[in-house]
Each structure stands twice: as C-alpha cells, then as structure tokens.
C-alpha cells in the first residue's frame, strides 16, 4: 500500500473536475448534503457553484493516532440545514469512499429521515477498490488502496485547548 499526497491545487481542481462531471450528467437536484468532516469543503465549493443550499450532517467511523482506525460508525441524530425543508432531489457528497460503509448507511438514513427525497446520488473525489458501495460520481478511481493525505490533515498537528491558554 503507498500514500497519496494531495495539494491544495489538486484537491481544488478535483472538486472542480467532480462538479463539471455532475453538470454534464445533468442530474437536477435541489439539495446538497455534505458529510462533515471529510465532505465539508466538497460540499461548500459545490454549494457556490451550482447555487444550491448546503445541509451538513456530521458522521464518523475513524479514530486513533491520525484518525486511521476504522471504527464504528457514528451518524448524528439530524442534519444542520438553512432550509425549512430537505430537498426531493438530493446529492450526497464526501471527499472519498473507502469501505463503503458511511454512505451506504447515510443514505438509508436519509432515505428513513426523509420520505420526500425521490432522488439521492452520491459524490466523492476518490473511490477506492475496497469500497463495498459504488458512488455515482467520482474523479479518481483507486485499486490500491492508498492512504490519502489531504491538505488540511497539517491542522490535526495542531492540539490547543483553553487549558493552554491563560483565561481570566
């Protein structure tokens, strides 16, 4: 298994390059739902480039030293939205699928939740082969399964806390 390191130009122009792929598939949606943490930045830049409101809800299943063991996964109870109502035309999106788990559950969760969605695809920058689910769009397939050092991950270095600080 290698590493893939991912600039900050890189991982921009990926989720451009998804978001020209999604236009051309001409999928109408009304809504989007990013998977925070991973799909928050995805889920923000496709929010502004197709006008559309942006819903977050919060799921999880990695943990440990630099957040590499899979776990359990955990789904937060509801999505944080502007609007008065989710979308019948939702799409999905993360920065990446990995065992398949987290959006294979999400979107039966969203599915309960939800009865009026009618329509739900799923986005993500890189699928790996591992992955038991198949997203509907996707920039960079990967059959080695590679750990993917995003550019953000240099913040998981940085551990303040109000201890650290000197608070009247």
């Known amino acids: 298994m290698f590493d893939l390191d991912v600039s900050w130009d890189e991982y921009h122009q990926s989720i451009e390059q998804l978001a020209e792929r999604i236009y051309q598939s001409e999928y109408e949606f009304n809504q989007i739902v990013c998977l925070a943490r991973g799909g928050l930045r995805v889920g923000d830049i496709l929010s502004r480039i197709f006008d559309r409101p942006l819903a977050i809800l919060a799921a999880s299943s990695y943990s440990g030293n630099g957040d590499r063991q899979r776990g359990k996964l955990a789904i937060a109870s509801q999505i944080t939205m502007t609007t008065e109502r989710l979308g019948d035309r939702v799409l999905l999106v993360d920065d990446l699928v990995d065992s398949g788990v987290t959006l294979q559950q999400t979107t039966i969760w969203l599915r309960d939740l939800y009865p009026e969605i009618q329509a739900l695809k799923t986005a993500v920058l890189w699928y790996k082969a591992t992955s038991l689910y198949i997203p509907d769009y996707y920039i960079s397939y ?13 913040y998981d270095n940085y551990k303040l806390s109000t201890a650290d600080r000197n608070c009247p």
Request: neutral net charge; proline residues 23%; aromatic residues 16%.
């Open 142 to 154: 990967l059959p080695n399964n590679p750990w993917i050092h995003q550019p953000f991950e240099k």
